[in-house]
């Protein structure tokens, strides 16, 4: 049904990223390349940064890539105003972050590449989230039973800050998760 004739390479270890594909009921194997940098040029616009890593995530995996097969890869970062929120360092990080976040509407960008030998599309998907605003007894009861040290932004919406915070979601609930994958399904039926 899609990407006809092609193996597809899903390059992550997120468990979200992998139970999303397998949501479009299409085979994919996992191949994950450890140490990819992940730096952008700080003169790019924040629209841009998440498609930028996606694409050299992708462009790391190319030489590996066999010519039937189809690598997916892809970034999500978290915009507020002007600032781009990774995966945060350490507890301290990840309540700074939630407390910036709290009673604000912020952007989940997710950037995602399709790459074959021969190949490449990217695009970017973006979803604009409102939250609450959270006490810090909220914060830190999410953060200290969450860990959601490996999320961009700190959070994850299918998480419990998710069910208590979210007031508003324009966009794609599974771009917030990491994947948006309706898009993909669509480039893939394309490809």
């Not at 979210?166 to 917030?176: D, K, P």
């Amino acid at each position: 049904m899609v990407a006809k004739g092609y193996k597809i390479i899903l390059a992550s270890n997120s468990p979200r990223r992998k139970e999303l594909l397998a949501g479009l009921d299409v085979a994919f194997e996992v191949r994950v390349i450890k140490g990819i940098d992940e730096s952008y040029p700080d003169s790019l616009p924040t629209t841009d940064i998440a498609e930028y890593i996606s694409r050299k995530k992708a462009n790391a995996y190319l030489q590996q890539l066999a010519a039937d097969e189809l690598l997916i890869t892809a970034d999500t970062i978290v915009v507020l105003g002007a600032e781009v929120m990774g995966k945060p360092h350490d507890e301290a990080d990840a309540c700074r972050m939630l407390r910036k976040l709290s009673g604000q509407t912020h952007q989940v960008i997710t950037g995602v590449t399709l790459a074959t030998t021969v190949r490449q599309q990217s695009f970017s998907v973006v979803t604009d989230v409102t939250f609450k605003s959270f006490t810090d007894e909220e914060i830190d009861y999410y953060v200290s039973h969450y860990k959601p040290f490996d999320k961009a932004g700190a959070y994850g919406i299918q998480e419990w800050l998710g069910y208590i915070g979210v007031t508003a979601l324009r966009g794609s609930y599974f771009n917030v998760m990491g994947l948006p994958v309706q898009r993909i399904y669509e480039a893939l039926r394309q490809f």
